[in-house]
Nanobody, 121 residues
Framework: QVQLVESGGGLVQAGGSLRLSCAASGSIFSINAMGWYRQAPGKQRVLVAGITSDGHTYADFVKGRFTISRDNAKNTVFLQMNSLKPEDTAVYYC????????????????WGQGTQVTVSS
């Protein structure tokens, strides 16, 4: 079993910062991609940022404000969120593309339970 556990959400004023963490645990042979998505009330879940060994990707609406990073030794991904805006309010979900065992060579996508980020104006 693989678990993704997020932390770091909360309430912050506009212009403030938060740092989200997501730790993967359980049966993990390798992790390919990790990323963060968000879902605001009444809207679809969308990609915020992703990271692989080849680099990073960011949604246009967070470029220059959010930074994704990863600690491979701890199977943890971070999202540093600066200059937060009320429109960043959402539940943020961690996502990881994981190969649980050396064999068979199968990879699966796993999701965390989500952490609420609320930005007040």
């Amino acid at each position: 079993q693989v678990q993704l556990v997020e932390s770091g959400g909360g309430l912050v004023q506009a212009g403030g910062s938060l740092r989200l963490s997501c730790a993967a645990s359980g049966s993990i042979f390798s992790i390919n991609a990790m990323g963060w998505y968000r879902q605001a009330p009444g809207k679809q879940r969308v990609l915020v940022a992703g990271i692989t060994s080849d680099g990073h990707t960011y949604a246009d609406f967070v470029k220059g404000r959010f930074t994704i990073s990863r600690d491979n030794a701890k199977n943890t991904v971070f999202l540093q969120m600066n200059s937060l805006k009320p429109e960043d309010t959402a539940v943020y979900y961690c996502n990881a593309d994981i190969q649980p065992y050396k064999l068979p060579v199968n990879r699966y996508r796993y999701w965390g339970q989500g952490t609420q980020v609320t930005v007040s104006s």
